[in-house]
C-alpha cells in the first residue's frame, strides 16, 4: 500500500498511547451500510443502518436508522435534513429511545489531487420522550467538521477529518464543547456506484471528571442508484 496512505492511520495509531494516558479508555467497531437514491440531477434520498460494538468489542452499543433529503444546489453546496432513530445502552443495561433532527449543509472544493470538505451540523435529540422527565428537553449539537481526500483518479481515496461537537442546548452542563473526533481512512471502489470505507477514529471527551476516549475501527458499505 501506498505510504502517503498509511501515514495517516500510523499517527493516529501512534497518538492513541499518549490519549490514553490519563483517561478511560475504550475500543469499538462501527459497521453500517448506506444506501442512496437520486431522484434527479439535484435531490437524492438516503438511508442507513448502523451497528456500534463499544466494551472492546463485546457490547451492542447503538443501533440506529436514518434516513434523509439532500438537495446540491450548484457543484460545491449540498443541503440535507435527516431524522434517526436510535437504541442506546444505558449504564444499567437498558436501552433508550433517541429521536434525532438534524440539517447540514456541505461545501466541497477540488484542487487536484486534493478534495478539501467542510460541513456545519445543526442537531437536537430527544432522550426517551414519553418514560423520562427530560425526555422533551432536547439535546442541541453544532457539529462543525473538516475532511482532506487524496483524489489521484484511482479506486483508493484516502482521507483525513477532524469534528467537534459544541453543545448549545438548554440541558444542565450541556454547553460547550463536548467532543472531538479524528478519523483517517480509506475509500475503496467498486464501481461507480458503490465502494466500502475502512477508518479508524479517535473519539475523546472533553468535560466531565473522568473523560473516555474511545479508539473505533469502522467499516460502511455504500450503495447509489
Known amino acids: 500500500m501506498n505510504k502517503r496512505i498509511l501515514l495517516p492511520v500510523v499517527l493516529l495509531m501512534l497518538a492513541c498511547n499518549d490519549l490514553g494516558l490519563a483517561q478511560t479508555n475504550d475500543a469499538g467497531m462501527w459497521l453500517s451500510v448506506n444506501v442512496e437514491k437520486k ?10 443502518e448502523e451497528l456500534r460494538l463499544n466494551e472492546n468489542y463485546t457490547e451492542v452499543g447503538t443501533l440506529f436508522s436514518d434516513v434523509g433529503l439532500s438537495y446540491k444546489f450548484n457543484g460545491n453546496f449540498k443541503v440535507s435534513a435527516n431524522y434517526r432513530f436510535t437504541n442506546s445502552r444505558r449504564l444499567d443495561n437498558i ?39 427530560d425526555g422533551k428537553i432536547s439535546e442541541n449539537y453544532f457539529r462543525p467538521k473538516i475532511e482532506v481526500k487524496w483524489d489521484p ?8 477529518s477532524a469534528e467537534a461537537f459544541i453543545a448549545t442546548g438548554i440541558r444542565k452542563n450541556n454547553t460547550g464543547l463536548g467532543c472531538m473526533r479524528y478519523t483517517a481512512g480509506t475509500q475503496f471502489a467498486f464501481s461507480a456506484r458503490s465502494n466500502i470505507e475502512i477508518f479508524y477514529m479517535i473519539q475523546q471527551e472533553m468535560n466531565g471528571k473522568n473523560p473516555e476516549t474511545d479508539f473505533i475501527l469502522g467499516i460502511g458499505y455504500s450503495f447509489k442508484f
Open 39 to 48: 431522484l434527479n440531477p439535484v435531490w437524492a434520498l438516503q438511508f442507513s
Open 95 to 133: 436501552y433508550d429511545n433517541r429521536h434525532r433532527y438534524y440539517f447540514d449543509l456541505n461545501y466541497r472544493y477540488k484542487m487536484k489531487p486534493l478534495v478539501f470538505a467542510v460541513r456545519g451540523r445543526w442537531q437536537s435529540q430527544y432522550v426517551d420522550v414519553f418514560s423520562s422527565p
Open 153 to 160: 483518479d484511482k479506486k483508493m481515496l484516502p482521507f483525513l
